[in-house]
């Protein structure tokens, strides 16, 4: 079995947050139904790359899911997806607020339907509050929450950080909710509706640098590759390449001197303890600058792994998928696809040593599985799904509808 077999989950979002949440609950055994627009998720389109005629970023979040295809600005199509809800544990959706109520399918209308179903929206600010109706995306979460103006070299403009961060912590929120609501739910019985937001998502990780500010009322500031707290606990650049030094505690530092071959430095009293080092942050970090520019990433990743002293090197994507632990940790994985062929994605996250997760579909192809969840799931007859289709409210090719019955 896997952590979450026998959860249905129908999914209305698109691009990244929610399709993350859901690819993540479908890696954990939930039957995960995609229900896409006649248009289909965004992201179909969003490239290049494309890896045949498939989009790589779609490929990339959108694995165990089937997917179907619903007009919900049709009456008969609204019909159908609340016949879904009826025997659903679980509907996400990241529209902007009011989408669903617009479209007659809000909270307390899927409730009616259903009232142990559990609804996660993910938005950019949240169903409540003044920014409430705002359009929210990922780079101004980042920028509002805070995390831009921490981010960057000293004395340069603020640099966002090179993913979607916002968007993908959102996605694990709403994760972390979903799994809290059915915990609780066998204890009341009901669902409930899980709030997750991109801007309160950025605030909730700041934890050590808002606990700076609340202390000392001075504003966080870029430290580069530094740590505000720790020194040296930074990128340092070699004769070749750049690594990473975690010193985080006094035995460790300790060890770092005697590995760069200056063991007194550990006791020098500016230097012998971490609020030291913090004060004379500059001119401790010039001094090593000078130390490590003089030999390789290797040797010194060689020279710090041999004192046990913390390290690692800043890799590229080439050097990541070729990791000797990463492969072991299966954080590369190919799926066949129909249209794309083999394709490579990251793995899966967690590892459960009793119930683990696997990867059972492919990315889908847009409505690939509408006829087959219409039959299976509501035992809808061959001239009930023509029907549908001559009225618009669900897309399907007619040897589509041959094919399974």
Not at 42 to 58: H, I, K, L, M, Q
Not at 282 to 295: H, P, W
Request: hydrophobic content about 40%; proline content about 6%.
């Amino acid at each position: 079995m896997k952590p979450l077999d026998g959860i249905k989950v129908i999914d209305l979002s698109r691009i990244l947050s929610g399709p993350f949440c859901t690819m993540i609950l479908g890696d954990f055994g939930a039957e995960v139904i995609k229900v896409e627009s006649p248009e289909g998720d965004d992201t179909r389109g969003w490239g290049p790359p494309f890896v045949g005629e498939e989009s790589a970023y779609f490929l990339s979040i959108n694995r165990n899911k089937k997917s179907i295809v619903i007009n919900l600005k049709t009456e008969e199509g609204r019909e159908i997806f609340l016949d879904l809800v009826k025997d659903a544990d679980v509907v996400v959706e990241n529209f902007r607020p009011g989408t669903l109520k617009r479209l007659k399918i809000d909270y307390n209308i899927l409730k009616s339907a259903n009232p142990k179903i559990i609804l996660a929206s993910i938005s950019g600010y949240g169903q409540t509050g003044p920014y409430s109706n705002k359009p929210g995306y990922d780079v101004i979460a980042q920028g509002m929450g805070g995390l831009t103006s921490v981010t960057g070299e000293p004395g340069q403009p603020p640099v966002k950080v090179g993913f979607s961060v916002a968007d993908i912590g959102a996605g694990m929120w709403a994760i972390i909710g979903i799994q809290s609501a059915l915990l609780a739910r066998q204890h009341t019985g009901m669902g409930q509706w899980v709030d997750v937001s991109l801007l309160d998502t950025i605030i909730s990780w700041q934890t050590y640098l808002a606990g700076n500010y609340f202390a000392s009322g001075e504003n966080p500031k870029p430290h580069g590759g530094a740590h505000p707290n720790i020194v040296p606990y930074q990128l340092f650049k070699s004769a070749d390449g750049y690594f990473n030094i975690a010193v985080g505690n006094e035995g460790l530092w300790q060890k770092f001197c005697t590995a760069i071959g200056n063991p007194e430095l550990a006791f020098y009293p500016k230097y012998k303890t971490n609020k030291e080092r913090i004060v004379n942050r500059k001119e401790l970090i010039s001094y090593l600058q000078d130390l490590f520019i003089k030999k390789s990433t290797k040797d010194w990743i060689e020279i710090f792994e041999n004192a046990g002293v913390p390290c690692g090197p800043v890799l590229t994507f080439e050097e990541i998928f070729k990791d000797p632990h990463v492969l072991a940790r299966k954080q590369l994985i190919e799926v066949d696809h129909p249209k794309a062929g083999t394709i490579k994605m990251t793995g899966i996250p967690v590892k459960f040593s009793e119930t683990p997760g696997s990867i059972d579909l492919h990315p889908p192809l847009l409505g690939e599985h509408t006829i087959e969840v219409l039959k299976e799931k509501l035992r809808l007859r061959k001239e009930e799904i023509v029907k549908l289709v001559d009225c618009k409210a669900i897309s399907a090719a007619e040897e589509e509808v041959k094919a399974f019955f």
